[in-house]
């Protein structure tokens, strides 16, 4: 071992953290770090994404320098390398059981299922953590929130733990899916019977609790109440909770901040709009369930095509199959060009970017763009930035994460600070709401050109 070889210390720090943390959490993040190479009074680790970076650092680098420090009896510092593993092989390595005779959940669809959901940089996180639940749910990680714009995975996740759940327990332990809009639909159903008790047995007495699309919940004080008892008799028995979300919790409106926090108090996860090998990955398992060809070419003309979601794509590929056979030809790209035309078009403007938003607000505040992504504080500025930040979480699918980078870095709690400032002013200014339909119609008019 050269004087600079810290791989043994690395291994030991493992040993050692791995008796000091929960099996889970050491799975969900420890397993996915590798030693890489090692310099003077420096390690060098390998982790799979920037987004998986950020979170070791945030979360155990203090831990890892200090435990380091004292194996060695050196201060070594701690570099990280982004090593992006292949789709496939990544996917190989979960530990997803693939038996033919696999139990099926009556309430779960077949096909929303850890076989079927395919990994990349977007969601990998999200998954890691889904297979760790689904392997000890109630244990780490409850309750579990998936948020993210629509088609980009959450219900197919959110069944997935189900299924998976289902499936080793060997049918025992009691599992419940069902949307938000059900949940509400079947308790004022109850009270309408006069019989709640009734509905509070059924989901109060549950192993694993999966609901769908929280943002329903918005507006329900009296459905808000009943879920904050349900939460609660559940999280004490320590039963297992997951929920899905179309946007951050602090960004939904008329929720009560007991139920925030109850949402909030463990994991959250966003899920992104996948990348373009990843969106191609996805198509291609899309295909092969429906046992066809499609040239390679054709895949890549709908991933470029559509960077929405999962779902558009599904959508666009699901035409081109009908018509294939419909019309008993072979499908080309031409022909895939023909017939998609419609979706291309709606899809991209629904996935208008921000840097046209930027410039349209800018145009109408007679700014430049580049005052709108810059720094600068001035009222003449801060004024129209926030518009831009909000008109970009009316349009868009972007995170408020996302929204803030483009800003210029702003972090999230500004974008909603922004949100909020505008939606005051729609409320109390009646020419506000004006001005704000005016810019958009002028985005909208460009991105259909």
Not at 16 to 42: A, D, L
Not at 240 to 253: A, Y
């Amino acid at each position: 071992m050269d004087s600079w070889n810290y791989e043994v210390f690395w291994k030991e720090m493992l040993n050692q953290i791995k008796n000091s943390i929960s099996k889970e959490e050491f799975s969900m993040w420890f397993n996915n770090i590798s030693y890489c190479s090692s310099e003077e009074n420096t390690l060098v680790l390998s982790v799979p994404s920037n987004f998986f970076m950020d979170q070791i650092k945030q979360r155990y680098l203090p831990l890892i320098k200090e435990t380091i420090g004292e194996l060695s009896g050196d201060k070594i510092n701690i570099s990280f390398t982004v090593v992006k593993k292949d789709i496939k092989e990544e996917s190989s390595k979960q530990k997803i059981s693939q038996t033919e005779e696999i139990k099926k959940h009556p309430d779960l669809r077949e096909d929303y299922s850890f076989k079927n959901f395919v990994v990349g940089e977007n969601n990998s996180f999200a998954l890691n953590a889904a297979l760790a639940i689904s392997n000890n749910p109630g244990k780490s990680y409850n309750p579990f929130l998936i948020y993210g714009g629509v088609g980009l995975g959450k219900t197919h996740l959110l069944q997935a733990i189900g299924h998976a759940v289902y499936e080793n327990s060997a049918s025992k332990k009691k599992i419940v899916f069902l949307t938000a809009e059900s949940f509400t639909n079947e308790f004022v159903t109850s009270l309408l019977k006069k019989n709640p008790h009734t509905f509070k047995n059924k989901y109060r007495s549950v192993d694993l609790l999966l609901i769908d699309d929280i943002h329903f919940f918005q507006n329900t004080d009296r459905v808000q109440e009943e879920l904050f008892h349900t939460f609660n008799a559940l999280y004490g028995a320590k039963k297992q909770m997951v929920f899905t979300c179309d946007r951050p919790v602090s960004e939904l409106k008329n929720i009560t901040d007991r139920m925030k926090n109850r949402f909030e108090m463990g994991l959250k996860v966003e899920l992104l709009v996948p990348d373009f090998e990843t969106r191609l990955a996805i198509l291609k398992n899309k295909v092969a369930s429906l046992n066809i060809t499609i040239a390679d070419d054709i895949f890549e003309l709908i991933a470029k095509n559509i960077t929405s979601n999962v779902r558009d794509m599904e959508s666009a590929l699901t035409k081109l199959v009908a018509y294939a056979e419909l019309v008993n030809k072979k499908i080309t790209k031409d022909i895939a060009q023909k017939q998609l035309i419609d979706i291309f078009t709606t899809t991209k403007q629904g996935n208008i970017s921000i840097d046209i938003i930027q410039k349209k607000v800018a145009e109408y505040f007679n700014l430049s763009h580049i005052d709108l992504r810059g720094k600068k504080r001035t009222k003449a500025i801060v004024f129209p930035r926030q518009i831009g930040m909000y008109i970009a979480r009316e349009l868009t699918e972007y995170s408020t994460t996302e929204i803030g980078s483009d800003f210029g870095g702003k972090d999230h709690a500004t974008v909603i600070y922004a949100i909020q400032k505008i939606e005051g002013s729609l409320k109390s200014d009646p020419s506000m709401e004006a001005v704000i339909n005016n810019i958009i119609r002028t985005i909208k008019e460009h991105s259909s050109k």
